[in-house]
């Protein structure tokens, strides 16, 4: 059973330019976040979603960035218009089960590492 | 809010020292508690994990006991080796998602 799967693992982009990522959960997983981690920092909560739903998402910020987790295919988060500031590593997890204190584990994918030059 | 607080690293140890690195939480309810390890250049995994108070979670040697009376989950090994060395969260889960802590870099010297 392969795990979470994100691409690219590495991503480069200039300022201005829009930067799309890719996660693909653990197969029979129908709940995704996405987290960002920040050099030397621990991991923010960014977008909680499941199928074609966007369940929260509270720490995402207000412009430029957007999720997407539709009925066919991976999770996409989507930042246009890249800043210096976005350069982090993105990390998404999966699980089977979601809402609620006793909610699904979360399994974390390898992330994706974006430097805006 | 929910939030965790971590004790600040590096922690650098000699292979077979005693390790704890110390976690409180600040959380509404009773949340789950857990720690993952992070290697160099990777995602995270889960290394051990609490649902309830008393409740003691272990892994690989690592183990942790859920003190609701102190708000604590901290992180203990007996003996350390040089491949465990990397960086650990404590993290705990509200409603959906994770809270993490700021992470502690453990560093082990042969």
């Known amino acids: 059973n392969a795990g979470v799967m994100q691409n690219p693992r590495h991503l480069v982009r200039r300022r201005g330019q829009e930067a799309r990522l890719r996660c693909s959960p653990m197969k029979g997983h129908s709940h995704v976040y996405w987290y960002r981690q920040l050099p030397e920092e621990g991991l923010k909560f960014m977008v909680y979603?499941?199928?074609?739903?966007?369940?929260?998402e509270s720490g995402m910020p207000k412009e430029r960035f957007s999720a997407e987790f539709p009925k066919e295919g991976p999770s996409i988060l989507r930042i246009q218009q890249v800043v210096r500031g976005d350069s982090a590593a993105y990390f998404c997890?999966?699980?089977?089960?979601?809402?609620?204190?006793?909610?699904?584990?979360?399994?974390f994918g390898p992330g994706t590492r974006l430097t805006v030059t | 809010g929910d939030s965790v607080t971590q004790m600040e690293g590096p922690v650098t140890l000699s292979e077979e020292a005693f390790l704890t690195i110390n976690c409180t939480y600040t959380?509404?309810?009773?949340?789950?508690l857990f720690w993952y390890v992070q290697y160099p250049g990777e995602g995270l995994q889960l290394l051990l994990k609490?649902?309830?108070?008393?409740d003691k979670g272990s892994n690989k040697g690592f183990e942790a006991t859920y003190r609701k009376e102190t708000t604590s989950f901290h992180l203990e090994k007996g003996s350390v080796q040089v491949s465990d060395s990397a960086v650990y969260f404590c993290?705990?889960?509200?409603?959906?998602?994770?809270?993490f802590g700021t992470g502690t870099r453990l560093q082990v010297f042969p």
């Open positions: 959380a509404t309810g009773y949340p789950s």
């Open positions: 979603l499941q199928k074609e739903n966007i369940i929260d």
């Open positions: 993290a705990l889960r509200g409603t959906d998602k994770l809270i």
């Open positions: 609490a649902t309830k108070a008393d």
């Open positions: 997890a999966s699980s089977a089960s979601g809402t609620g204190l006793t909610g699904g584990e979360q399994y």
